[in-house]
């Protein structure tokens, strides 16, 4: 079992940059992958950023060029660089791990772009 906390959030001006945060309850070293998923008002969640184990990465076409996953499995920590962000990416942002086929997700953090 796995308890994920984002953080980080806020509200940004088109062009600004944010960097979130999902701070694991355990060691993450194990945790084959590791995502960023977003969900906007009437829309149905969507993968937006994936790193493995090893650290390859794996982008939403949308998000590709602005968008830089990382994870810090010394801290049990995994991170969303955010640039150029636009009002499209204005969504909650939810930390994803799925250890033994069991999935388990943060609470989510609020992201708002501003035109």
């Known amino acids: 079992q796995v308890q994920l906390v984002e953080s980080g959030g806020g509200l940004v001006q088109a062009g600004g940059s944010l960097r979130l945060s999902c701070a694991a309850s355990?060691?993450?070293?194990?945790?084959?992958?590791m995502d960023w998923y977003r969900q906007a008002p009437g829309k149905q969640r969507e993968l937006v950023a994936r790193?493995?184990?090893?650290?390859?990465?794996g982008y939403a076409d949308s998000v590709k060029g602005r968008f830089t996953v990382s994870r810090d499995n010394a801290k049990n920590t995994v991170y969303l660089q955010m640039n150029s962000l636009k009002p499209e990416d204005t969504a909650v942002y939810y930390c994803h791990a799925r250890p033994a086929a069991v999935d388990y997700w943060g609470q989510g953090t609020q992201v708002t772009v501003s035109s």
């Open positions: 790193i493995t184990a090893g650290g390859s990465t």
């Open positions: 355990r060691s993450i070293f194990s945790i084959y992958f």
